[in-house]
Structures are given as structure tokens and as C-alpha cells.
């Protein structure tokens, strides 16, 4: 059985590989989730700490390699996205012999080597950035060759909410009629436990009233669907965020990056059937009430779709086979009936000779008993021909 361990942050009772594990084969004293909670991937104060802890050396080129990756996959990447990848890199053979006090030495061996590379980059980007503002070079072409520290800078600094375009017809006719966000906190009454667990569910990167939001969609989605499994909890989670993004794409004025995002939530929805047409579909597959049974039992005085005139039963099956094969032996197997009536005969005829002895006490010879099996033998033979005469027919 597998070691548990718990978690002195969230006090919850876990198994071991929900734990980091030191050099010294120790586990951290916070699981997994918890110690991550609060992880930048792009600002080393936020997890040096634990590297220390760990006694697992600083290396920020094999760091960024694992970070650039993560973000390559998903800009919102989580506290877990890289520093596990790293814990495994530095138990490698050209590492696991280094520590934490190793760390600003490796560091200076590296930066003697770059400095000449990141004076090249940052004159590059500046290139870059110039020929992307002129309109030589597209958005693709620019997200290519840029580092990916540069892009999470402008990532990270570009507001989710832009200003609404001039090109956006203003029903109001003056800009200053819509309702700024900061007149409407929808994440006000959020307390700190609150905010940790909402951070936890959805990623630390969101604004309070995103979290309100996303919640009340996941409501009103468990609500409209029948939701069990993980699997399907974690594409619900992915379709939330999907919606909060095509909302805000629509806002913006963004249509072709709300074109792409719904197509994106198209296929989740589709993938784990959360659809309105499957919604339907479940729900007259069942009477999901006590109120509606009563009330069509009422109506129609009994379940059309239920009723069946063989019993479900598994006794009242096998009864009911047994009836049925008695049956079919009797009316449809002629020579079945005919044998009874022989056996019957039979019967009757041994009674009445019982009775005569009985009666007479004559005492019996040897003609007597000729006579009798002479009577049994062509007995026997009628039955004989009733049987060939019914397998005939």
C-alpha cells in the first residue's frame, strides 16, 4: 500500500506522489498544489525558495528551456507547468551532484558565455518589434522570432478588457455611458479562502470577477448536465474558460479571434456532449421527478414505454417458459397426447386385474401370466406404431 503523507498547508491526507521528494528522499511538507500555488514561471523570487529548499541548483537557461515550452503550449500555464519538469531534470547525471549552494557559481560560468548572445537578442527584438509596427512582417512571423520572455512581457501587460474600438458603434452615442468595471466589483465579497480556492480551480491568472464568472457557468452547466467523471469535469473546465474568452473577444471587437476560440469550444462541447439537442435527448429519455411520474400515470393510467406482458422477473420468466414449453409439448406434439392416454390405460388395466385376484383369490397359472405379457407385448407394440404414425405427421 502506498505511503500517504499530509499536507501541513491544506491538512489533506494524500498519497506520496502528490509530494516533491528531496535528494535526501524526504517529501515537502506542502503537497504539490499547494507549493505551487504562487508560482510565476517568469520571476525566479517566486520559486527559488522551494529550489532551496530542495537543495536543487539555480539554472536559468535549463529553466527557461522547460518555461519556453509550457508557454508554447498554453500562455496561461499554472505553478505546475515547469518546476516538476525541473526537479526531474536536475536529478540527471550532469546535475545530481550539484546543490543549491552551487548555483551563483554555474550562474557566473553562464553568463561569461552569454553576454555577448543577449546584447545580440535585444538588439534583434528591438528589429523585430520596428518591422512589426511598419507592417512588414506579420503577427505570426514577429510571435516566431521573439523570445519568449518579451511575449510574456506584452502578454501579461495587455489588458483583457480593451478599450472599445472606434469602429464599434456606440448605442449610447457617448463612450462615457457604459459602466466602467471598477462601478461594478463582481468579486467584492470574495474572502481570502475564497480567492485561494477559486485560484486553485481556475488559475491564479484570472481577476476575481473572471472567477465569479467562470463559476456561474459551471454552475448552470452541472446544473443543465448530468457531470460525473473527472474527464468530464476537466472539459467543463476548459469550456468555461473558452466562453469567458469568446465573451471577451466579442467585446473587444475581435472577431476573428472569436471565431477560433468557439470553434475551440465547439469541438469540447461536442466531445463530451454538452449540447442542447443531447440535454433534450436525456431528458425524455427519463422521468427525472416523482411530481411527473404521478402526473402521467394520471393521465394515461399507466407508462406506455415500460409496459410489457412478460414478466421482468426472473422466477416469473422461468414460469413462464416452463407454461409455454408444457404447452407447445401438448397441443403441437400428436403423439404426445396419445401416448398419455395409452400410459392411462395401462394403469387401469393393472388396477382391474388386482382387483379381480382380489375379489376371486384364484390362484394363478402359468396360461395367466402367458396371457398378461401377451397383453403387454401387443400393448407395446400399439404404442410403437402411435409413435411412428406422429413423427410422420
Known amino acids: 500500500m502506498a505511503e500517504m503523507f499530509v499536507c501541513k498547508k491544506c491538512n489533506k491526507t494524500l498519497n506520496g506522489t502528490n509530494f516533491y521528494q528531496k535528494k535526501d528522499g524526504s517529501k515537502t511538507a506542502l503537497c504539490k498544489n499547494c507549493l505551487t500555488m504562487h508560482i510565476d514561471n517568469f520571476d525566479p523570487n517566486t520559486f527559488l525558495w522551494i529550489l532551496k529548499e530542495m537543495d536543487i541548483p539555480y539554472i536559468p537557461e535549463e529553466w ?125 465579497d470574495l474572502t481570502e479562502d475564497d480567492k485561494k480556492a477559486l485560484a486553485m480551480k481556475w488559475g491564479r491568472l484570472y481577476k476575481p470577477s473572471e472567477w465569479v464568472e467562470l463559476e456561474k457557468t459551471y454552475k448552470e452547466m452541472t446544473e443543465s448536465f448530468d457531470i460525473q467523471d473527472a474527464d468530464t469535469i ?69 407508462i406506455p414505454r415500460y409496459v410489457t406482458d412478460v414478466p421482468q422477473d426472473k422466477v416469473d420468466v422461468t414460469l413462464q417458459d416452463m407454461n409455454d414449453y408444457v404447452k407447445k409439448l401438448v397441443t403441437q406434439d400428436l403423439g404426445f397426447g396419445k401416448r398419455i392416454e395409452d400410459a392411462i390405460k395401462k394403469i387401469q388395466i393393472q388396477h382391474d386385474m388386482a382387483e379381480a385376484i382380489d375379489q376371486d383369490s384364484i390362484e394363478l397359472d402359468d396360461d395367466d401370466f402367458k396371457e398378461y405379457h401377451e397383453v403387454i407385448a401387443a400393448q407395446k407394440e400399439q404404442d410403437e406404431l402411435a409413435l411412428d404414425e406422429g413423427d410422420d405427421e
Not at 527584438?125 to 512588414?136: M, N, P, S, T
Not at 473587444?252 to 435527448?281: C, H, M, P, W, Y
Open 234 to 302: 476537466n472539459t467543463l473546465i476548459l469550456i468555461c474558460k473558452t466562453n469567458l474568452k469568446m465573451n471577451q473577444y466579442l467585446d473587444q471587437g475581435d472577431i476573428e479571434g472569436f471565431q477560433k476560440i468557439s470553434k475551440v469550444s465547439e469541438s469540447l462541447r461536442k466531445s463530451a456532449k454538452f449540447t442542447a439537442a443531447q440535454n433534450k435527448e436525456q431528458k425524455e429519455d427519463f422521468v427525472d421527478s416523482v411530481g411527473e411520474l404521478i402526473n402521467l400515470c394520471e393521465k394515461e393510467g399507466f
Open 64 to 188: 527557461n528551456v522547460l518555461r519556453d515550452r509550457a508557454f508554447a503550449r498554453d500562455p496561461d500555464m499554472t505553478g505546475l507547468s515547469v518546476i516538476g519538469r525541473y526537479i526531474s531534470k536536475m536529478k540527471l547525471k550532469q546535475y545530481k551532484d550539484y546543490g543549491w549552494e552551487d548555483s551563483e557559481r554555474l550562474q557566473g560560468l553562464r553568463e561569461e558565455k552569454d553576454k555577448a548572445k543577449i546584447a545580440e537578442k535585444a538588439a534583434a527584438e528591438k528589429v523585430l518589434k520596428a518591422q512589426l509596427d511598419q507592417g512588414l512582417i506579420s503577427e505570426a512571423q514577429y510571435k516566431t522570432m521573439m523570445s519568449t520572455e518579451t511575449l510574456n512581457e506584452e502578454y501579461r501587460n495587455a489588458e483583457i478588457t480593451a478599450p472599445i474600438p472606434a469602429n464599434i458603434a456606440n448605442p449610447y452615442g457617448n463612450p462615457n455611458a457604459f459602466i466602467a468595471e471598477s462601478e461594478i466589483d463582481l468579486g467584492a
